[in-house]
């Protein structure tokens, strides 16, 4: 199963990036690119333990929607976003915050596993993970810049 590991040091203090983390506006905002947009469940503010939200976005030009709960939550350290349905076999997201040097360091694990067993597995390594990268990588940087500064 494709991991990903992602580590951001964002200037601002941990409970703040976790309250950004679970909010659904700012995700609506960091993934305006692919027009990312809630279609049922919480519809703005910050989700909660089993609070579900189900996004529809383009990517690839294609249109997906996911329906993902929260299943993990321990305020400010972690908490863990799961697919309840969408396009993956498989979806698991772990978001940890660390106290670090002027602010957090946020950590993501991403595990997922993809349809189509052999051939999801080959899209995974072709493409498909470098693609999740760069999304976590995008959503992370909108979020350094959107979270209050550390002082």
């Not at 991991?3 to 200037?11: E, H, M, N, Q």
């Not at 993902?68 to 939550?73: A, D, Q």
């Not at 106290?99 to 950590?107: C, K, P, R, S």
């Not at 052999?118 to 760069?134: C, H, K, M, P, S």
């Amino acid at each position: 199963m494709p991991t990903i590991v992602l580590t951001t040091r964002v200037p601002a203090p941990v409970e703040a990036c976790f309250a950004l983390s679970l909010s659904v506006d700012a995700h609506t905002a960091s993934m305006s690119a692919s027009g990312e947009r809630v279609v049922a469940g919480v519809a703005s503010g910050e989700m909660g333990p089993g609070d579900t939200v189900t996004w529809r976005a383009r990517h690839f030009g294609v249109p997906f929607t996911m329906t993902s709960r929260i299943t993990e939550h321990d305020a400010p350290a972690r908490f863990v976003d799961e697919q309840v349905s969408g396009p993956f076999r498989r979806w698991w997201h772990e978001h940890r915050f660390e106290v670090a040097a002027g602010g957090t360091l946020m950590t993501d694990v991403v595990r997922y596993a993809s349809p189509a067993g052999a051939l999801g597995r080959a899209v995974d390594r072709a493409v498909l993970t470098g693609y999740l990268t760069r999304l976590l990588r995008t959503r992370n940087r909108w979020l350094v810049e959107a979270a209050p500064r550390q002082g």
